[in-house]
């Protein structure tokens, strides 16, 4: 099994310019899982899906920030624009009940 | 929602000591117990978890302990080594509607001294 795979791993970038960010969970895990992880605020979620649905967003600190699920394969974090605060790294995980499996992250700098 | 609180913060031991980390939950219908270690630069892993009708589940020299009535739970690394340096985070779940979801804490850094 690959694992859960995130790309890309390492992404620098202007403030203001549209970032994205992509996962692709282990197949056959049902849920999915975006975190953000920073010496300050440690390892903190964002958002979660279901069978493609997102449950709980909560966690997603401003309206820039967005996710979708459009298929049980593939889901992408979207930060429109970004600001230099959001500099962290960003986890996808997935699991089928328990337990989560992380993906190796990205590793995002806004300049 | 569920809130974990976990101490310390940072742990520094000897090689060959033992190492207990200690969490505590607050909501009562949790079940689920995972504890993952993170190497530096690298991803959270799955090192041992617990579900509630257990109370003590070994592997190797790591241990993981459950006191449903106090509501907390702890690793014990024994016999430490250098490499098992690294932040440690417990979490807990719910389950049910949660679908899954974990509450962690905030980690603790352990720092093993050859």
């Known amino acids: 099994d690959a694992g859960v795979i995130q790309s890309p791993r390492h992404e620098v970038t202007e403030m203001g310019q549209e970032v994205t960010l992509r996962c692709k969970p282990i197949?056959?895990?049902?849920?999915l899982f975006w975190y953000r992880q920073t010496m300050m605020r440690g390892l903190e979620l964002l958002i979660y899906f279901n069978n493609n649905v997102p449950i709980d967003d909560s966690g997603m600190p401003e309206d820039r920030f967005s996710a979708k699920m459009p298929n049980a394969s593939f889901s992408t974090l979207k930060i429109q624009p970004s600001e230099p605060r959001d500099s962290a790294v960003y986890f996808c995980a997935s699991s089928s009940h328990q337990p989560q499996h992380f993906g190796d992250g990205t590793r995002l700098s806004i300049l | 929602g569920e809130n974990v609180e976990q101490h310390p913060s940072t742990l520094s031991v000897q090689e060959g000591d033992s190492a207990v980390i200690k969490c505590t939950y607050s909501?009562?219908?949790?079940?689920?117990f995972p504890w993952y270690k993170q190497e530096l630069g690298k991803r959270p892993q799955l090192i041992i978890d617990?579900?509630?009708?257990?109370g003590e589940k070994k592997d190797q020299r790591i241990a993981v302990t459950l006191n449903k009535t106090a509501k907390h739970f702890s690793l014990h690394i024994t016999e430490t080594q250098p490499e098992d340096s690294a932040v440690y985070f417990c979490?807990?779940?719910?389950?049910?509607?949660?679908?899954?979801?974990?509450?962690f804490g905030r980690g603790t850094q352990l720092t093993v001294w050859p």
């Open positions: 909501d009562s219908a949790s079940n689920y």
């Open positions: 979490a807990a779940s719910i389950g049910g509607s949660t679908l899954g979801r974990l509450y």
């Open positions: 617990i579900r509630s009708n257990v």
């Open positions: 197949s056959g895990h049902n849920s």
